[in-house]
C-alpha cells in the first residue's frame, strides 16, 4: 500500500463547475498537507499547505483535512480553463527529529477544465 | 528572484553513458531537495542536502547515482552507466530553513535512455 493514494482521473469539468480533488494517506506521523499543482513539462507548484484539520482557504481554493479518517482535499470554486493542470497531493514529515521535511506525494490528477 | 533552475532541460542518453543534471537554488536557500517523477506519478524523494551535506539518500538512489553540492550552492546529480528505466523527470527543489514547509521546485530535467 501506498504512503499516499489519489484518485488519478482524469478529470473534465465544464468551466465555472465545482472541483473536488481527493487523496488518502496512512501514516498517523505526516504533519504537513500540501498541494501542488503542475502544468504539463513543468515542475510543481505549491498552492497551499495546512498542518491542522479542517479547512484552510484562498480565493478560489479550499484545502480541507480530516485526520481521523486520513483524508485530505482540495476544493476548486468557479473553475477556469487556466485550472488545467495535474494536481498533487503532498505529505510532509518530519521524522526521527530531523529538522527538514521529505515530502511524499500522491499520482497526481490530471484535471481538464474545458470552455 | 530567479527561481530554481535547472540545466539541461532535456537530455537524450544511450544506455550505458554516464549524465549530469545541474540545479541551482533559489538564492539563500540553504536546504536543497532531488526527487524523481516517471511518467502518471507524482515525484519520488531521492536525496536532501543541507548546506553541503548530503543528510539522507533514498534507497531508489542505487550506486550508480551520486549527488554533490560543492560549497553549499548548486547541486550536481549524476548517474552513471544510465539504463533505460532510469528515464524519468528529475526535479530539484530548494527551501529555505526558516520556511521549512515550502519547497520550490525547478523546471525539471526530462532523461531518455534509449
Known amino acids: 500500500q501506498k504512503e499516499v493514494e489519489q484518485d488519478p482521473g482524469p478529470l473534465s469539468v465544464p468551466e465555472g463547475a465545482i472541483v473536488s480533488l481527493n487523496c488518502t494517506y496512512s501514516?498517523?506521523?505526516?504533519?504537513?498537507f500540501m498541494w501542488y499543482r503542475q502544468y504539463s513539462r513543468k515542475g510543481p507548484e505549491l498552492l497551499m499547505y495546512?498542518?491542522?484539520?479542517g479547512n484552510k482557504e484562498d480565493g478560489r481554493f479550499t484545502a480541507q483535512v480530516d485526520k481521523s479518517s486520513k483524508y485530505i482535499s482540495l476544493f476548486i470554486r468557479d473553475s477556469q480553463p487556466s485550472d488545467s493542470a495535474t494536481y498533487l497531493c503532498?505529505?510532509?514529515?518530519?521524522?526521527?527529529?530531523?529538522?527538514?521535511?521529505?515530502?511524499?506525494f500522491g499520482q497526481g490528477t490530471i484535471l481538464t477544465v474545458h470552455p | 528572484d530567479t527561481g530554481v533552475s535547472q540545466d539541461p532541460r532535456h537530455k537524450i542518453t544511450k544506455r550505458g553513458q554516464n549524465v549530469t543534471f545541474r540545479c541551482d537554488p533559489i538564492?539563500?536557500?540553504?536546504?536543497l531537495y532531488w526527487y524523481r517523477q516517471t511518467l502518471g506519478q507524482g515525484p519520488e524523494f531521492l536525496t536532501y542536502?543541507?548546506?553541503?551535506?548530503?543528510?539522507?539518500k533514498s534507497r531508489l538512489l542505487s550506486d550508480r547515482f551520486s549527488a554533490e553540492r560543492p560549497k553549499g550552492s548548486f547541486s550536481t546529480l549524476e548517474i552513471q552507466r544510465t539504463e533505460q528505466g532510469d528515464s524519468a523527470m528529475y526535479l530539484c527543489?530548494?527551501?529555505?530553513?526558516?520556511?521549512?514547509?515550502?519547497?520550490?521546485f525547478g523546471p525539471g530535467t526530462r532523461l531518455l535512455v534509449l
Open positions: 527543489a530548494s527551501s529555505l530553513r526558516a520556511l521549512r514547509e515550502t519547497q520550490y
Open positions: 501514516n498517523s506521523a505526516f504533519q504537513y
Open positions: 495546512t498542518y491542522s484539520s
Open positions: 503532498a505529505i510532509l514529515i518530519y521524522a526521527g527529529g530531523t529538522s527538514y521535511g521529505k515530502l511524499t
Open positions: 538564492s539563500e536557500h540553504n536546504r
Open positions: 542536502f543541507q548546506n553541503e551535506a548530503q543528510l539522507e
